[in-house]
């Protein structure tokens, strides 16, 4: 943060769509994001006003950059992008349930329509940083009440500000089916698309899987990354490049029976292997869509086998709080690979693009 800029005044991100490819792997996609100073907000009635302190990348925040029509919502000029934030409260306006909490440590909640509840609640064009929905590579923030929650004790700003989006979906995957001692999990990918939020959203459901005392059986693409699985908590590892019919292996590593539950973060690429290696009874959480698009066939096994196909569509605030107690009952903490200051934004995003890091990209604000 400059030191040049006065207690009233806030800087923020923000998209200006000049870039006219609306691409996300376009070597001047950067074009798109500008730094503006605009005036510190005042909270209205039964919300809070929220200092953030660092906020995370996700692999949405660069198709929103991009204006790309591989994200269903459309970016309007000046959006705020990202939608993993932490930071304190330092303001409350008339009526908040906050207000006697001035300097509490918090999280903003991503989907701001889904407290509890069924999923049918869920705008997509009211999630931080898409649609209208300022997001919080911001320095200020006017956050609704509803829509901050208590952030883990044990976790410091960047750990804390990669949770809401990853951790928050980790959870919404794992309450899909009964999960405890014995339960198998498969999580996808520790790789180069590790910190975007599908396949840290697969990490931390391993990491959460383990914690809960689940069998966890992990892929990825080298021993390498495979060895950061095994230190977040799987029991089982499968390199796909030199297993190619991993779905087959979690079949022998089960004893022949399938998994309970896969975390599927590749899409059209690996929905047939993710569906073949479920028990009969199973069931495939649809997370991501990092392969190309292609024709999938799996009628036959979803009902000759009775298994179960679930999109996942991020996290209520309900699972968020469910995050905060896994982490501080655990002592968990997120893999951050790279930290960036305020002003090294822009660098963040160009690692993003060009794919090559292991870890949640995080930027201090």
């Known amino acids: ?22 691409s996300h792997l376009s070597p001047t996609l950067l074009s798109n994001l500008s730094l ?4 510190i907000p005042t909270p209205g009635p039964s919300s809070v006003l929220v200092r953030l302190r660092a ?5 949405r925040d660069i198709l929103v950059l991009a204006g790309s029509p591989l994200y269903p919502t459309r970016t309007i000029p000046g959006l705020v992008p990202c ?38 609640t869920v705008n997509m064009h009211n999630t931080l940083g898409a649609g209208d929905a300022d997001g919080t ?16 004790k044990n976790l410091g700003w960047e750990e804390a500000a990669a949770l809401p989006g990853a951790a928050g979906t980790a959870v919404n995957v794992l309450e899909s089916v009964p999960v405890g001692k014995g339960t198998v999990v498969v999580t996808q990918g520790t790789g180069g698309w590790y910190g975007m939020k599908r396949e840290l959203a697969d990490a931390c459901v391993g990491q959460f899987a383990a914690a809960l005392g689940v069998k966890v059986i992990a892929t990825s693409s080298t021993d390498e990354k495979l060895e950061i699985a095994k230190r977040l908590g799987a029991t089982e590892v499968i390199n796909y490049k030199t297993t190619p019919d991993w779905a087959d292996e979690v079949r022998k590593l089960t004893g022949g029976r399938g998994a309970d539950l896969v975390c599927d973060v590749g899409g ?17 959480c649809l997370v991501g869509f990092l392969t190309p698009a292609k024709p999938v066939d799996v009628l036959m096994q979803l009902i000759a086998e009775a298994k179960t196909l679930k999109g996942i569509l991020g996290n209520s605030r309900k699972m968020l709080e469910r995050v905060v107690e896994l982490v501080e009952e655990h002592d968990l903490h997120p893999y951050i690979g790279n930290v960036y200051e305020f002003e090294d934004a822009p660098a963040a995003f160009e690692a993003l693009r060009k794919q ?8 201090k604000v």
């Open 36 to 39: 503006e100073t605009n005036p």
């Open 83 to 120: 939608a993993d934030g932490a930071g304190e409260i330092v303001a409350a306006g008339p009526g908040s349930v906050w207000a006697s909490s001035i300097g509490e440590s918090v999280l903003l909640v991503p989907n701001r329509d889904w407290v509890d509840g069924d999923v049918e």
């Open 268 to 284: 059209s690429g690996t929905l047939e292997a993710s569906v073949k290696a479920l028990r009969q009874g199973g069931t495939a």
């Open 1 to 22: 943060m400059s030191s040049s800029i006065s207690p009233t005044a806030s800087q923020a991100y923000r998209i200006h769509l000049k870039d006219p490819s609306h």
């Open 55 to 59: 906020a995370a990348l996700n692999y």
């Open 137 to 152: 590579l911001a320095q200020y923030a006017v956050v609704e009440d509803p829509w901050v929650v208590r952030a883990p």
């Open 356 to 363: 090559d890091f292991v870890g949640k990209l995080v930027v």
